[in-house]
């Protein structure tokens, strides 16, 4: 996680009592300004808002030192700030959950929203050319905002503060109430769908530029439950679907790391040990073996997961999808051929930073079979996309006939490689392929 950026407030002639209108605060006070910030800052229209509109809960928390120490973080962040004030509450050593702030803060979000937190500022922290969409998107701003819990700012705030695939899956984690996916992934939405921005906001197109360079951390526990989701090609979850987690080759899975049975919501918890292959987390894939079907059902085929990244903490994000082999001759009929049922195929995605989908981005084998037998289609939503020279809509990929081995998985978009992620085939299975930013070399 990137540091915080402190800037040090010294108010030389009235001191921090005077100006800020709080008694008994020291003269030097550290507030984390935000990246963009201007320092020294004081929103002193959030100040006496408070002062007329909250008093009996400013009182209070001023006489505590915890809670006034926040209350003066706080006033150093600018309207439309959340990722400022986000990092205030991640430095309030556990203030901003007590009831003394949480008073507070309520009573402000109800008198003096306006002045103490402004409409947006959510997409522009996440990429600082998005302030374009602020105003598109205000009304599902707004009604993030507003929850009284603070916790729909606080997941997006969280992932403005350091965009990348590891540290998406900790902000949803620590902000996982009833309703804030809602809220959040409605912000994010339409940020993504957003007609008022150029090319230089890039949450449309793909988060791609991940901040600071991100690398995964270590593993903090020795085992992390992560669920994978099992669905059918409708997104309806598949029962008893048996999962296995394997470090190395998933075809032969000489390192097994964890295994899972779906449950009637599709949803497949697994045990996973994140010593195994002395990794810092697990770096391995998943064999999916679908559930037998009825008499006169087509069967599903078998599937191998490459998640694309580290997994290093307690996770339930991630799914993936069976497919009967139908879809596959589908595919290859599109493209004028017949899927070749002793080689395997490859359906995958581009993700970017913040688990949104990469467009206009091109996806190639390294190595690439010189036969000319292997096959690239686009696709959008479950259908091919013709005469597509790169990703659309949902960003999505197939090859098919790929004779079974290892390869990576090159993306570039407009000239530069965005990541190289390494997969595995197998003869008459799918490979579900997600691949996301460079994280770790």
Do not use: H
Request: aromatic content about 6%; overall charge negative; glycine content about 10%.
């Amino acid at each position: 996680m990137r540091p915080l950026a402190l800037a040090l407030l010294v108010v030389a002639t009235f001191g921090c009592d005077r100006l800020l209108g709080i008694e008994d605060l020291p003269r030097a006070i550290l507030v984390d300004a935000g990246p963009d910030a201007e320092p020294p800052f004081v929103n002193e229209a959030c100040i006496e808002c408070g002062k007329a509109q909250c008093t009996d809960s400013r009182d209070k928390c001023l006489a505590d030192p915890s809670c006034s120490q926040l209350l003066t973080c706080m006033m150093g962040c600018r309207v439309d700030g959340p990722v400022c004030r986000f990092r205030c509450k991640e430095a309030s050593g556990g203030a901003d959950r007590a009831p003394l702030w949480t008073a507070l803060e309520s009573c402000a979000k109800k008198g003096c929203s306006d002045k103490c937190y402004g409409t947006g500022g959510l997409l522009t922290g996440i990429d600082a050319n998005c302030a374009c969409a602020e105003a598109e998107c205000r009304p599902q701003t707004l009604n993030c905002m507003a929850m009284e819990s603070g916790d729909c700012e606080r997941r997006l705030a969280c992932i403005g503060s350091d965009a990348n695939p590891d540290k998406y899956v900790e902000c949803v984690n620590a902000f996982s109430a009833e309703g804030v996916g809602e809220k959040a992934d409605a912000v994010l939405d339409c940020a993504r769908a957003a007609t008022s921005c150029t090319d230089t906001c890039t949450i449309p197109k793909g988060v791609v530029a991940c901040k600071e360079k991100y690398t995964f951390e270590t593993a903090r526990p020795n085992t992390v439950t992560f669920t994978l989701g099992v669905e059918d090609a409708t997104g309806t979850g598949i029962k008893d679907a048996a999962v296995q987690a394997c470090v190395g080759s998933c075809a032969k899975c000489l390192l097994p790391a964890g295994t899972g049975t779906s449950n009637a919501d599709g949803k497949a918890p697994i045990e996973l040990n994140m010593k195994v292959g002395g990794a810092n987390g697990f770096t391995g894939c998943f064999r999916v073996t679908p559930p037998a079907r009825g008499s006169g059902e087509e069967p599903y085929l078998p599937l191998v997961v490459f998640p694309g990244r580290t997994i290093r903490q307690p996770e339930n994000l991630f799914s993936t999808v069976v497919l009967e082999g139908s879809t596959i001759d589908f595919f290859a009929a599109k493209l004028s051929s017949v899927w070749d049922r002793s080689r395997g195929a490859i359906i995958g995605v581009v993700q970017d930073c913040i688990w949104g989908r990469v467009l206009e981005a091109q996806v190639t084998l390294d190595p690439m079979p010189t036969d000319g037998s292997v096959l690239l289609a686009y696709l959008d939503g479950a259908s091919i996309k013709e005469g597509a020279t790169g990703t659309v809509n949902r960003a999505g990929f197939a090859f098919v006939n790929v004779p079974p081995g290892t390869y990576k998985v090159v993306v570039t978009k407009k000239g530069d490689e965005i990541v190289r992620t390494p997969i595995e085939v197998i003869a008459g299975s799918v490979t579900d392929a997600t691949v996301f930013p460079k994280g770790p070399k």
